[in-house]
């Protein structure tokens, strides 16, 4: 054996016992590493796909035949709202984050992702909220309003049970998993890449990834906003949603859709990328018009915002919206062409092998774009108003999702099985299943579209013989069957193949992106070295990177520090920057998703001390977290190989902290603009309004609040200021405690004035805007909480930990003089 060899295997040896994870059961519980996170993502969303299909199957069962006496009404709303909210919210989203914790830190070159240990409470949160709304669902306590919970047919007064609060509170939960999934892919594709991976040459997948992650941080805080005024009105009566004391039903529609139509471009967009990653491997040639491909995500993501009301087209909407909305539904159809006629001419250029993977991206393409021109169709208002509660709608939605989604997702869970197992197809079940689940499919759901032309209504449990529906309702039914054999199939194929013995070679499709460079499967270190990139396709630039990078020829290959390091680029460029600290396992993440659920999931069986006290563990448990991240001492520049010594991440005045914080209040921000809609919404269309009279301050409130948030804002640069001249920040950080606690009490002033929000919406209104202040700056003191902590133990502040806390400073002063400003003036203005 050379020296060389001998250097590298000492290098894999000490990088496996530092990224080791406990190998006891509770390893699971308390791993932070992408691969065994994932892998837990993967299976249990699969695990909710399966019991999303056997509802799908009890519905066909149901309507198979006309008067079918198989489910009753009640049995039957349950299912289908089920069915919905378990295929939407527990399987779609949580499936392609899995696939992206796997193979995303692979492509970029980097060891895992930006926050592990978020990752991994992401994950158990997911896990607690899905498996309570599961729960419910066996006990038949389940949800019977509709996957998309329209009230007033979900208040109190017509829903009077607690499924409505299970799938609110639920899915809220699952809710802040995907946030906190989105902020982590988001700040790994900006930051954490290999040495010389500029924006440019990011892999496709990437960019796609990345759009999607900012679509998640601002389509869902507008649904968590309606989640929460649902549960309060059904709770507390506050009445946002009830026309006698001047809600408007309306609100919620606006609110959900919000998300709602975002949300199918967020699940289309990674299996988008999924395709564009695959198919030029699978044409042995690279993706064609890469810029225009990425300007067309971009465009769609963006475009997808504009779309809300194409869903709300019967309900009334002056005709200047509905002719603006129909024309920004048609423009959706122009980048969605770039990228298909891109792919096309990818598949032109190159040598089409038929493997698995492209067998399910060619059934993508003969289903997507059917779903795509049907998609068109209900763009236009007039033949929208004709099917738009019919089983038109319901055959649209999964043309686009299932076709659109699912097969691509197929195709990528083959196409990645060797990366992500080392072990190569045996079996070939997985064709068998092609040819069983494409055309059921199409048999299926082409009869759904012609039922639902016939005039056949959706969200109904039967229908009447002689309507000219029974053979395509029997049809459909049959043929949905098959189809739920070949998804099976798919499942025991991928399933057997995992664990059959074949052994395949490292990159068998002869990809050139960096995730088939490390070992197969991937250990949880991913790669020995970073590694320097100078194109789009290393390793068809490159056949021996994956040697190079091995033999610990990339940067950070020194263990000698016996942690757990990453490399930290510039932006744009991709040259290194900082060296990131990863945390090792820990059993926090756990703990924190447990109290957090219980918060969320106590007030169900009206536990609200409970739930209170969770909040209080929530605020213990992340105490503790980051106390225990902060490094104990500052050690200055560190050695990252070839020549390159470069600060620690935590030392820096933009530790990653601080790119968290920065996107996590872009959401946060979006909250807010959607609960000042909501607001401008109720008075500018909701009956009974005005209310019966403003709130008219006293000098004291608005004082409280300017100071505060002059002070509030000021404090936190004091305190950088002082770190930068090597003074104590211990003033600065007082300050600034005194500050969020006058704007607190501004906000309690609000409160005080207005002390029964369940007489009208306005008041109801003012409540909520008031608390979003006091909660701010509740986080803000619990924020100095921690920096107080930090000198009365006698340990420096760092300025990157004060810039955190200022940007969270500085949102709560200028949100806080917003919303007591819409809540006072008036008052003022009156």
């Known amino acids: 054996m050379t020296a060389r060899r001998r250097t590298a295997l000492r290098l894999h040896r000490e990088l496996a016992r530092i990224w080791a994870p406990d190998p006891r059961l509770r390893g699971w519980l308390t791993t932070s590493n992408n691969n065994d996170i994932g892998r837990l993502f993967l299976a249990v969303a699969t695990a909710f796909f399966v019991i999303g299909g056997l509802l799908a199957m009890l519905i066909r069962a149901q309507l198979a035949t006309p008067g079918s006496a198989f489910m009753g009404p009640e049995a039957y709303d349950q299912v289908f709202t089920m ?16 696939l992206s914790m796997l193979v995303l830190p692979g492509m970029l070159g980097t060891r895992d992702l930006a926050y592990p240990r978020l990752g991994a409470y992401g994950l158990w949160v997911y896990v607690f909220g899905g498996s309570a709304v599961i729960v419910a669902m066996l006990l038949g306590l389940a949800p019977d309003g509709g996957w998309f919970m329209y009230p007033p047919l979900t208040s109190a007064a017509f829903s009077p049970g607690i499924g409505a609060d299970v799938w609110l509170l639920g899915i809220t939960s699952i809710e802040v998993s995907a946030i906190a999934t989105a902020v982590e892919v988001i700040v790994t594709v900006l930051r954490y890449r290999a040495a010389g991976m500029s924006l440019s040459r990011m892999p496709i997948f990437a960019w796609y990834i990345l759009v999607v992650a900012v679509m998640i941080l601002t389509a869902f805080p507008p649904m968590i906003l309606g989640s929460l005024l649902l549960e309060l009105e059904r709770a507390l009566d506050w009445p946002f949603f009830q026309v006698e004391n001047g809600g408007d039903p309306l609100l919620w529609q606006h609110l959900f859709w919000l998300f709602g139509h975002p949300e199918v471009y967020i699940i289309f967009l990674p299996a988008a990328g999924m395709i564009a990653t695959i198919l030029p491997v699978m044409a042995r040639t690279t993706l064609l018009g890469y810029g225009w491909v990425v300007a067309a995500a971009v ?50 250029q190159g040598r089409v092998r038929m493997e698995l993977p492209m067998l399910w991206i060619i059934g993508f393409f003969a289903t997507f774009i059917i779903g795509g021109l049907t998609g068109v169709m209900i763009a236009i208002v007039p033949f929208n108003w004709q099917v738009h509660d019919t089983h038109f709608i319901v055959a649209h939605l999964h043309y686009v999702l299932i076709g659109g989604y699912v097969f691509p997702m197929i195709a990528a869970v083959y196409y990645f099985q060797p990366l992500l197992t080392g072990r190569f197809q045996v079996f070939r079940l997985g064709g068998v299943a092609f040819w069983l689940v494409v055309p059921a499919f ?18 109904t449990w039967t229908y009447d013989e002689g309507q000219g529906w029974e053979v395509l309702n029997l049809v459909a039914s049959v043929s ?22 074949a052994r395949g070679p490292r990159n068998p499709w002869g990809a050139g992106t960096l995730e088939w460079a490390a070992p197969m499967p991937s250990p949880p270190y991913g790669f020995a070295s970073i590694p320097i990139v100078g194109s789009r396709y290393p390793l068809l630039d490159d056949p021996r990177i994956d040697l190079k990078i091995a033999r610990g020829e990339g940067y950070l290959a020194d263990t000698s520090r016996s942690r757990r390091e ?21 059993v926090l993440p756990f703990l924190l998703a447990v109290v957090t659920s219980t918060a969320f999931l106590a007030p169900l069986v009206k536990a609200h001390a409970v739930s209170v006290l969770a909040l209080v563990g929530v605020v213990a448990v992340a105490l503790v977290w980051v106390w225990r991240l902060a490094p104990a001492r500052m050690e200055g520049p560190v050695d990252a190989g070839h020549g390159a010594m470069l600060p620690l991440a935590s030392e820096t005045p933009d530790p990653p902290g601080w790119w968290g914080s920065l996107f996590l209040l872009l959401a946060d921000g979006v909250h807010f603009g959607a609960l000042l809609f909501g607001y401008a919404f109720l008075w500018t269309v909701a009956p009974n309004w005005p209310p019966p009279s403003f709130l008219r301050p006293d000098v004291a409130g608005p004082a409280l609040a300017l100071g505060g948030a002059g002070a509030l804002a000021l404090a936190p640069r004091l305190a950088v200021r002082a770190i930068g001249a090597g003074r104590g920040a211990g003033p600065a950080v007082g300050l ?26 306005h008041d109801a209104t003012l409540w909520i805007l008031a608390g979003h202040v006091a909660f701010h700056a509740g986080l803000v003191l619990i924020m100095l909480f921690y920096l107080a902590l930090r000198l009365v133990a006698g340990k420096a502040l760092r300025i990157g930990e004060a810039r955190i806390v200022g ?24």
């Open 83 to 98: 069915h919905g909210t378990v295929m939407m919210f527990l399987f779609a989203i949580p499936f392609f984050e899995a």
């Open 299 to 348: 465009s769609l993501g963006v475009l997808s915002f504009g779309l809300w009301v194409h869903h709300m087209f019967t309900t009334g909407i002056p005709h200047l919206g509905l002719a603006f909305f129909s024309a920004a539904s048609t423009l959706v159809a122009v980048p969605t062409s770039v990228m298909i006629f891109a792919w096309i001419g990818t598949l032109r």
């Open 566 to 586: 990453t490399l930290i680029v510039t932006t744009a460029q991709g040259a290194p920057a900082q060296v990131a600290v990863l945390p090792c396992n820990s």
């Open 442 to 459: 199409h048999v299926t759901f082409l009869a759904v579209h012609l039922a639902g032309l016939l005039g056949q209504r959706r969200r």
């Open 807 to 830: 940007l969270w400073a500085d949102f709560t002063a200028a949100t806080g003089l917003v919303a007591l400003g819409a809540a006072w003036l008036p008052g003022v203005l009156a």
């Open 480 to 501: 949905s069957f098959v189809m739920a054999i070949g998804f099976a199939l798919v499942l025991l194929d991928v399933a057997i193949n995992t664990f059959a013995r």
């Open 736 to 761: 600034a405690a005194l500050a969020a606690l006058a704007l607190a009490g501004a906000a309690g002033s609000v409160m005080l004035e207005r002390p029964d929000p369940a007489g009208h919406a």
